[in-house]
């Protein structure tokens, strides 16, 4: 796995061959969803060349980060040209998407669609804001986890475009051999600091105020204790927090192992930036990161490979998953004109193509997928994913992270003489937060 | 109220933004009439663009407030006299749009319980939760859709899976039709007597279209078919159904009725409660809360503890540092003083929050400069710790505030009148007696109301707290995301936006006006003091 080029850099052959069978397949799908009245018809591309429909003199305003802006360019334009639609992409700085948006769609002067993660839904739904997006046959041509993670209640709220998630990324020039087990993975990385060419076994990025339950996961639910207990469909039933097992227990042992009174591989002051730096600096063979530090690793000519997430218990190490999707406002005044946006247009290929171009994310569309698969790395990521179990989307969530961080926090700081005990404590106070908040 | 406050300025009154008339000249001079009637044109040109904008959107409250605040403004300006008005008019106006509004405001949400599912009103929550509720039914086909209109009234046209058209509306069950023209996938897109409508005819009735189910049967139990995009549509039912005049929702499967709890959510009788709830007025409980909740009362009363101590700590320290060094740099004789002045004041042109975040760097326990540079790689958990994080943040707000009273404390001194410290080193006083007994107590004259001002801007300094700490470590025992050096403002921020328990509107409104109460009682009651301390000089 050598010579790594940014994802989506690369177009060959088989790429574009892979693109135009998806596309093609697309075509056909999205063909027989469609009605017979040339004007409702819902199988653009061939349309797309000959005429563009007159003005309708509607308009849809779309909320959307800066690096996302660029990505719909195409396909907006494509939407004005066949249905006379204009799509206002208004830029909004991310962070203050979601509340603003909370606060404004009921006074009628949010938008009608947006872009965000799958975990905002939970919060989304219990204020009234968004409105379900019904994906029929389309839901097929998805990755199975992305729709999972939009759907909520029983309900799908959104149509996904992007699934990230973490991997152990390594530095092949420092470990040559992928290893599956953290024990393995620690040891190869304790041999590199011992012969002198590393100064880290191991890197994860921990918030010093905070620890990091989202990093950690893998190690945690590969000892077998998720944070819920999932239902049969795949959902999470929230009244049933399953992170206090004896599977916890053995985790929060594991942290303290593996903090500052024990082998010191975990160390809560390096943050995520120091933990970049250092990886960067070739100090490290392994860094537990997402795709958003792929870039940087590729662009200072580090040689490296992405691996499976490695167990620290005999269960599958899987980590949460997070997808983008775009959701439409409960309160549009435009809702068919934005169904046709979202569900019609933003699950084209081209459409999902081009925001993995931008974003580099595994697409959540399978077609993109597959074409995307052929840069390693989105592969292995987006294998990894497949493993993955979507972030609960469950406002009670909110309650969970702070306890849950705090605790990992001092488990990692060596504070707890018993650390089972402050697992179970923390489990305790997460059950009565949740039991409050409802 | 949660907004953040920016510097404490030296307390000089600024003259009212606008003015009728250039300084000194009439109002009857020609400029002072130019000037006059181009603002007031700018003035009212903005005013009617706003009116007509208000009564298009039928705000008639607000349309009427704006009105009459516009017709004041025209007859304060356009009328001979009343100067005082004239000046004072636009100060008045700001007053009221961005202070006493937002008060009003403020205290109107913390008697609502507005927050995470309580976002808006009971018909919102209504059609929101029937919206979630209407769930398709599993495993049934997608049907390509036409709609057709006939009389004003819209119908679907559905193929079904097995190539048979089927047309119904609101009122007429789906039943088979011949259908009079067929799209390209053979799918039926017209029936005689009836129009088919194109796309822009579909935006055009967006709103009737998306609402309108068709009972797939005459029996409404099988469910109705419902389009959103006017090209597919599928067979949906509802999971909950309201009915108006009970105004509850019945679970269809389950029959378990939820009614209103009279606090903005439907809850069943086992104390389930639907998703979505609507905002209410609370009346008193959220103060109530603040003091009664296990969950908050404790933390509230660290938290208000704390931000005295930080708040008075903050004023001393700075105040001793500034004074210490003005008195230092005041001495006429030293060489370089202007250069020593201009490194003093350095910290003061750095943005708070960017040295809180350089700060919270430089104090990090293994990376961090202090530790790592000056004290030998020494292990010092400067901001996790609950007293030394407290330490950590005086000593930086110590940082960031000294140069303002430096500042002012330079100003006070240089205004000091010389012959009284000639009078009282011949009466044989100490520099340290005429340091306590007339230095001090003179240059108090002058700067305590700004000492007053700088103990509300710190009361209030969201900045240093929230860039260096966090507010944390966390507080044990508690729900809420609050923390030992957290401060009130920062508390209420947490409560409102913060991550934690979710966004609660209503309560962080009820702090904000707590934080109110106190200010202005301490404001008030320093105010009184320093009063008696000029008569004491007088």
Redesign the interface.
């Known amino acids: 796995m050598t010579g790594i080029t940014t994802p989506g850099a690369r177009l060959t052959r088989r790429t574009f061959t892979l693109g135009a069978v998806g596309a093609l397949s697309a075509l056909a799908l999205t ?12 199988s653009p591309a061939a349309t797309a060349a000959a005429t563009s ?2 003005a ?1 003199g ?1 308009s849809l305003t779309m909320w959307v980060d800066a690096e996302r802006s660029p990505a719909l360019k195409n396909i907006v334009a494509k939407f004005k040209a066949e ?3 204009d799509v206002k992409l208004v830029v909004k700085d991310f962070a203050a998407v979601r ?1 603003d948006f ?2 404004q ?2 006074t009628g002067k949010g938008p009608d669609v947006l872009v965000g993660p799958h975990d905002w839904l939970g ?1 989304l ?5 968004v ?4 994906l ?2 389309k839901a097929k041509d998805f990755a199975e986890s992305s729709i999972k993670a939009v759907t909520y ?3 799908t709220y959104a149509v996904p475009y992007a699934i990230e998630n973490v991997a152990l990324i390594r530095n092949t020039k420092l470990a040559p051999e992928a290893k599956t087990t953290l024990d393995e993975v620690l040891a190869e990385g304790k041999k590199v600091v011992a012969a002198g060419d590393a100064k880290f076994p191991f890197l994860v990025g921990l918030d ?2 905070q620890a990091d339950p989202y990093h950690l996961y893998p190690l945690q639910t590969s000892m077998g204790a998720p944070v819920f207990a999932q239902n049969a469909d795949g959902s999470y039933d929230a009244s049933q927090l399953t992170l206090g097992n004896e599977g916890g227990k053995k985790f929060a042992q594991l942290l303290t192992d593996l903090g500052d009174k024990g082998s010191k591989v975990l ?1 809560s ?3 995520g930036d ?1 933990a970049k730096e250092k990886f960067l600096a070739g100090e490290s063979p392994y860094f537990l990161t997402g795709p958003w530090n792929v870039p940087d690793i590729a662009a200072k000519g580090i040689k490296f490979a992405v691996d499976p997430l490695p167990t620290a218990g005999d269960k599958p190490a899987q980590p949460f998953i997070g997808v983008n999707g775009f959701f439409i406002s ?2 549009s ?5 934005a ?2 946006f979202v ?2 247009y933003l699950s084209q290929p081209e459409a999902q193509d081009e925001l993995f171009k931008v974003g580099g994310r595994p697409p959540a569309l399978t077609a993109s997928f597959e074409k995307a698969a052929s840069d390693p790395v989105v592969k292995a990521f987006g294998e990894i994913g497949a493993n993955g179990v979507p972030m609960p989307a469950v ?1 009670a969530m ?2 969970v ?2 306890d849950w961080g ?1 605790t990992e926090l001092n488990l990692i700081k060596g504070k707890e003489a018993d650390p089972a005990a402050a697992w179970t404590k923390m489990a305790a ?1 997460i059950e ?2 949740i039991a ?3 | 109220m949660v907004e953040i406050e920016e510097k404490p300025e030296v307390s000089t009154a600024r003259p009212g933004g606008r003015k009728p008339s250039k300084n000194g000249r009439g109002p009857d001079s020609l400029g002072g009439i130019l000037a006059k009637i181009i603002l007031l044109g700018i003035t009212d040109a903005v005013a009617a663009f706003v009116l007509f904008q208000l009564a298009l959107s039928a705000e008639w409250l607000v349309f009427g407030i704006s009105l009459l605040t516009t017709l004041a403004i025209n007859w304060i300006y356009l009328r001979r006299g009343g100067l005082p008005a004239k000046y004072l008019a636009p100060g008045v106006i700001f007053l009221m749009v961005f202070q006493v509004f937002v008060m009003i405001f403020s205290t109107y949400i913390a008697f609502t319980n507005y927050g ?2 309580h ?3 009971k018909e ?2 209504i ?3 029937q ?2 509720a ?3 039914v599993p495993d049934s086909p ?1 049907f ?4 057709l209109e006939k009389n004003g009234s819209y119908f679907l046209l559905v193929t079904t899976p097995e190539g048979e058209a089927k047309l119904g509306g609101a009122e007429e069950p789906l039943h088979t039709v011949t259908p009079s ?9 017209g029936v005689e007597g009836y129009g ?1 409508l ?3 005819t ?2 055009q009735h ?2 009737e ?2 609402s309108l189910s068709v009972p797939i049967s005459a029996n409404p139990e099988d469910g109705s078919l419902k389009t ?5 549509s ?1 067979v949906y039912t509802p ?1 909950l159904k309201y009915d108006a005049n009970a105004d509850t929702f019945t679970d269809t499967a389950t029959g378990t009725v939820y009614s209103d709890d009279g606090r903005g959510s439907f809850v069943a009788s086992d ?1 389930t ?1 639907l ?2 709830g609507w905002k209410v007025n609370v009346g008193l409980e959220n103060f109530e809360r603040a003091f009664t909740d296990p ?1 908050l009362q404790g933390p509230l009363l660290k938290v208000i503890a704390w931000t005295f101590g930080f708040a008075i700590l903050s004023v001393a320290t700075t105040f001793a540092l500034g004074l210490f060094l003005a008195i230092t740099f005041n001495k006429a004789d030293l060489k370089g003083k202007k250069f020593y002045r201009i490194l003093m004041i350095l910290p003061y042109a750095f943005p708070a929050f960017l040295s809180g975040l350089v700060w919270s760097g430089l104090l ?4 961090g400069f202090i530790n790592n540079a000056l004290l030998g790689g020494a292990q010092i958990p400067w ?2 710790d609950p007293v030394l994080s407290k330490v950590s943040v005086l000593m930086v707000n110590l940082w960031l505030g000294y140069p303002y009273m430096f500042l002012v404390c330079t100003g006070a001194l240089q205004s000091l009148p010389e012959d009284v410290d000639e009078a009282a080193r011949m009466d044989g006083a100490g520099a340290w007696k005429i340091f306590t007994a007339i230095k001090l107590p003179l240059l108090l004259v002058s700067l305590a109301p700004l000492l007053i001002a700088s103990f509300a801007f710190n009361f209030n300094n969201f900045n240093v707290i929230f860039m260096l ?2 507010g ?3 507080f044990d025992g508690t ?1 809420f ?1 609050i923390g030992s050096t957290d401060i009130l403002i920062t508390m209420v921020y947490k409560i409102a ?1 913060g ?5 609660d509107y209503g309560l962080a409104s009820a702090l904000a006006i707590l934080i109110f109460i106190i200010v202005a009682a301490v404001s008030a009651l320093s105010f009184k003091k320093t009063k008696a301390l000029e008569d004491l000089n007088q």
């Open positions: 063909a027989c969803g469609g009605s017979g009245t040339p004007a409702a018809s819902s429909a007159p309708t509607t249905k006379g639609i509340d909370i606060t769609a009921p919060k739904v219990q204020n009234g804001v409105a379900p997006v019904q029929g046959d209640d029983g309900q010093p105020k160390n002051n390096i943050t120091i409960a309160k005044t435009n809702a068919l004109a169904n046709e569900v019609n406002p909110d309650a992270w702070a705090g106070n009565k937060k409050g908040s409802k | 995470d599912g976002n808006s009103s919102d929550a059609a929101s939760i919206l979630s209407s769930e398709r997608q390509p859709t036409s709609v023209t067929t799209g390209p996938t053979g799918a039926a897109t088919t194109d796309f822009a579909l935006l967006q709103a279209i998306t959103a995009d006017g090209s597919t599928y999971k104390g409660r998703n979505t969950n990090n326990p293994e990376f901001l996790t700490t966090g944390g470590p966390r729900t995301d936006f991550t934690g328990t979710g966004r």
